[in-house]
């Protein structure tokens, strides 16, 4: 069992930064797959981010355009989401989650922590 708990949302104007952590107990995370994922209201879960802890493979969305970073700390077990330049459509409840060693599903997840940001 994996439990995952989200912290560093908040309330941020169009253009600014954040980082969230996402920081994993109970199991460690090496070699597992991580997701950022988030849901806006109304809106469908979407995948951000992707970091497979072992080789530190990274996949980002399209929508991403290279704005966010997703990193590991092993020491910490916590993975991180550094977000740049954000825009007024990246408010949304972000949630991290993760899965059984190897596999490519997402089994635990995260409360979430909320990012709005303002024009």
């Known amino acids: 069992q994996v439990q995952l708990v989200e912290s560093g949302g908040g309330l941020v104007q169009a253009g600014g930064s954040l980082r969230l952590s996402c920081v994993a107990s109970g199991r460690t995370l090496r070699s597992r797959n991580i997701g950022w994922f988030r849901q806006a209201p109304g809106r469908e879960r979407e995948i951000v981010a992707r970091i497979n802890w072992n080789s530190g493979y990274t996949f980002y969305a399209d929508s991403i355009e290279g704005r966010f970073t997703i990193a590991r700390d092993a020491a910490k077990n916590t993975v991180y989401l550094q977000m740049s330049s954000l825009k007024l459509e990246d408010t949304a409840r972000y949630y991290c989650?993760?899965?059984?060693?190897?596999?490519?599903?997402?089994?635990?997840w995260g409360q979430g922590t909320q990012v709005t940001v303002s024009s």
């Open positions: 989650a993760t899965g059984a060693v190897g596999s490519t599903s997402y089994r635990y």
